[in-house]
């Protein structure tokens, strides 16, 4: 297991320790002002039972394979940083996240298939474990909640997680509290894709700009 922290990802406040031009465009961004909230552990209402059976409907239409690319900006406690980002999802127990800052000459790989997950671009190699968070964390120091984040960049809860809260805003997912993160959705596409995704909780958070989705993963 990893302890050190690599300190090149990591920005000062003017980006001064990874210059990206990326530490500056991932631009903080609010969810439509949600309509109708609601709390799927008490909430009775006709209108919340509607919305959240229509997105769970919505969601089982999602299984196939998709990718994108895009940009992250990343946060734990006072430390913060960008990068590009491309993520493929094969399947169902099959992805890949390619993470890369170009200036600061750092990548990583993370492939998980079947609960077995590899992380490269370590300086000291190739590392393996059950859980794909867990190796982001102990190699780069950040949260990053790769497996629920599977799910919230499609628009839909994890459903491996029970859900606390939803917000809708005329009939769409706006927000959603999930796992002790609080995710929004300030923008989506034309077909009602996510273009920006914003999770966050107390000493984390990671800010998505999706800038290109592809149908089928390569």
């Given at each position: ?18 210059a ?31 919305q ?18 895009g ?25 890949t ?12 790989r ?28 102990d ?67 990671v ?12």
């Amino acid at each position: 297991m990893i302890r050190s922290i690599p300190r090149s990802l990591y920005i000062a406040s003017a980006c001064g320790l990874l210059a990206l031009s990326a530490c500056a465009s991932v631009p903080r961004a609010s969810a439509p002002t949600p309509t109708l909230t609601c709390d799927p552990r008490v909430s009775r209402m006709a209108a919340c039972v509607q919305q959240i059976e229509a997105l769970d409907a919505h969601a089982a239409t999602l299984a196939g394979p998709w990718a994108f690319s895009g940009r992250a900006a990343i946060r734990h406690a006072s430390q913060s940083g960008s990068v590009d980002i491309d993520w493929t999802n094969a399947g169902p127990a099959d992805y890949t996240v390619a993470l890369s800052a170009p200036l600061a000459g750092q990548a990583w790989r993370l492939h998980e298939v079947a609960g077995r997950a590899t992380l490269e671009g370590l300086k000291g190699g190739t590392r393996s474990g059950s859980d794909g968070a867990s190796l982001l964390r102990d190699a780069t120091g950040f949260e990053i909640p790769v497996g629920s984040l599977r799910a919230w960049v499609r628009g839909v809860p994890d459903a491996t997680r029970p859900v606390d809260r939803y917000l809708f805003a005329n009939g769409v997912l706006v927000g959603l509290e999930q796992g002790g993160w609080h995710i929004d959705y300030p923008e989506r596409d034309s077909s009602g894709l996510p273009r920006r995704i914003n999770a966050a909780r107390p000493d984390d958070s990671v800010r998505l700009a999706i800038d290109r989705w592809n149908a089928a993963a390569p």
